[in-house]
T-cell receptor
Framework: GESVGLHLPTLSVQEGDNSIINCAYS??????FIWYKQESGKGPQFIID?????DKRQGQRVTVLLNKTVKHLSLQIAATQPGDSAVYFC?????????????FGKGTHLIIQP | ETGVTQSPTHLIKTRGQQVTLRCSSQ?????VSWYQQALGQGPQFIFQ???????GRGNFPPRFSGLQFPNYSSELNVNALELDDSALYLC???????????????FGNGTRLTVT
């Protein structure tokens, strides 16, 4: 099975509400986690990342939370906008560094309701 | 700052043929990685190139090969194409091979390969 996965394939939220996208991982040796946003016809766009020595990191309108005890990662988007509509992927990097590549989940499609 | 650029954007090939895809890394990035993304799936790691050598590889057969040039640009070559090779091929560059806060992967928009 996949090392990284997401709980929901589709998430629908009202414009202006906060969105929470969840991700579970199984490799306890992973020490780097990253979120990407992919719009139709485009490549994945970097959102935010976090290392395993932290449990929270904030960016502009986004927060990533890492719970190593239950191997859970989440992305919170504040005040969701129509431009946030996309597929969101979490990915993990192994302890071997970038040469091992990132392992991606299948993605969650975020749909913004007007 | 110039982002990651890939060419061509779309390509149609016949089973058994060979294909070469090209990538220019983001300005200042010396490491290039290639990923395959099947429809409805997340990207899968093919390999990474650093200092013109393959630095790491995912679970892909030897008919997937690559090159990196002194200007850090890269090629992905696939021989003996199979129908299952139809996918979006993504190139990503980073500042160095070690994933870190200073070196996240930045992706191009990919090449859509269709094998018939």
């Amino acid at each position: 099975g996949e090392s990284v996965g997401l709980h929901l394939p589709t998430l629908s939220v009202q414009e202006g509400d906060n969105s929470i996208i969840n991700c579970a991982y199984s490799n306890s040796a992973s020490d780097y986690f990253i979120w990407y946003k992919q719009e139709s016809g485009k490549g994945p766009q970097f959102i935010i990342d976090i290392r395993s020595n932290m449990d929270k990191r904030q960016g502009q309108r986004v927060t990533v939370l890492l719970n190593k005890t239950v191997k859970h990662l989440s992305l919170q988007i504040a005040a969701t906008q129509p431009g946030d509509s996309a597929v969101y992927f979490c990915a993990e990097g192994g302890s071997g560094g970038g040469a091992d590549g990132l392992t991606f989940g299948k993605g969650t499609h975020l749909i913004i309701q007007p | 700052e110039t982002g990651v650029t890939q060419s061509p954007t779309h390509l149609i090939k016949t089973r058994g043929q060979q294909v070469t895809l090209r990538c220019s890394s983001q300005s200042g990035h010396n490491t290039v990685s290639w990923y395959q993304q099947a429809l409805g799936q997340g990207p899968q790691f093919i390999f990474q190139y650093y200092r013109e050598e393959e630095n790491g590889r995912g679970n892909f057969p030897p008919r997937f090969s690559g090159l990196q040039f002194p200007n850090y640009s890269s090629e992905l070559n696939v021989n003996a194409l199979e129908l299952d090779d139809s996918a979006l091929y993504l190139c990503a560059s980073s500042l160095d091979p070690w994933t870190s806060y200073n070196s996240p992967l930045h992706f191009g928009n990919g090449t859509r390969l269709t094998v018939t």
